[in-house]
């Protein structure tokens, strides 16, 4: 029996609610929470083909600097990402994260290690572009996820299923066939996946975000990128103002190039399962790959075709197994 106020108002605070009213409301709510999920997903997912889709195309970038070294387009890169990135953080109220990060002496020499990796990660890039050389640095990213499972189980003790033991070895076989067909090992594959995988250990090590680290990454950077720009500028040699106001442009454009990619991961990975951000991770070698055969040419003979066949194999059979370790998880969590 329901309660209601003398001067006909309705009912008394208080009061019971009729059950199929209370049950409305619950669906009301289930629909706008199911529909808020499935806008952050779809968002999360725009933003992940965003960042990786841009990673992948940096190659037409890069071509289009044509006759600039790669250490004077990696000073660039460094010089005009900074003050783009430091303006993020002051946006984003990071200020105190920064502060925290470079006054914690093991935070601040794990970054110090992780700016070493990440300016030799972009400059043996930007050396692979400018060198027609782009499928060995779409090699080396795809090898990537199996190199950080071979760095878990080396440096972290990880163990592995058997399904990833054996896409750990089709990856190392197809390394190895590459390095006895061509006659050399293929460094610049192995220097990035190594130098990346490295890089993202050491990352999860320190509790610091992407923006906020990327930020001090460079802003380590800063001074030498500066100071080479400036001798550059001394010997005659730089390209800055020197060659048009289309280059200088596109000079500029590191700076955006570099912070807003890591903007769209960082709003991919806040919406996103780590599954579906390991998958669209693929994206962008992929886009490298095709770029490299189809619009720059880059030979596809036997002995790559063969190494790229073994390394899609392992990644297959890693994916698969990833899967599978997931939903068993899941069904256990359920019981």
């Known amino acids: 029996m329901t309660t209601s106020d003398p001067n006909g108002a309705g009912p008394v605070p208080g009061a019971a609610v009729p059950a199929s009213a209370g049950a409305a409301a619950h669906a009301e709510a289930d629909a706008l929470l199911h529909h808020h999920l499935r806008r952050q997903h779809g968002l999360g997912l725009l933003y992940g083909l965003l960042a990786y889709g841009s990673w992948g195309v940096f190659p037409v970038y890069f071509k289009a600097l044509t006759g600039v070294s790669a250490v004077e387009i990696l000073a ?23 502060v925290r990060a470079l006054t914690t002496r093991r935070t601040l020499l794990t970054l110090l290690a992780t700016t070493g990796l990440i300016a030799i990660n972009w400059l043996v890039y930007i050396y692979s572009v400018a060198t027609g050389r782009i499928l060995e640095s779409s090699l080396g990213y795809f ?141 962008a070698p992929s886009l490298q790959f095709l770029l490299a055969v189809f619009v720059y040419g880059e030979p596809l003979d036997e002995a790559r075709l063969v190494a790229f066949g073994l390394i899609w194999a392992a990644l297959a059979v890693f994916a698969i197994a990833t899967l599978r370790e997931r939903e068993s998880g899941t069904a256990a969590a359920g019981r």
């Open 76 to 98: 660039h890169r460094v010089t005009w990402a900074f003050p783009m990135l430091a303006a993020l953080v002051l946006r984003e109220r990071h200020g105190r994260d920064i």
């Open 143 to 283: 090898i990537n996820p199996l190199v950080n499972v071979a760095l878990g189980v080396a440096l972290l003790h990880e163990r592995l299923t058997v399904p990833k033991r054996v896409a750990v070895a089709l990856a190392g076989a197809g390394v190895l066939w590459l390095t006895l067909r061509v006659g050399a090992l293929p460094w610049i594959s192995l220097t990035l996946a190594f130098s990346f995988a490295t890089y993202g250990l050491l990352r999860k090590l320190v509790p610091v975000g992407a923006l906020v680290g990327l930020t001090i990454e460079t802003m380590l950077l800063f001074p030498a990128a500066v100071a080479w720009l400036g001798w550059a500028e001394a010997q005659g040699t730089a390209t800055f103002l020197q060659r048009g106001v289309r280059m200088d442009l596109l000079l500029v454009l590191a700076g955006p190039l570099t912070a807003i990619p890591l903007l769209w991961f960082t709003g991919a990975a806040r919406r996103l399962p780590l599954s579906t951000l390991g998958f669209l991770q693929y994206l």
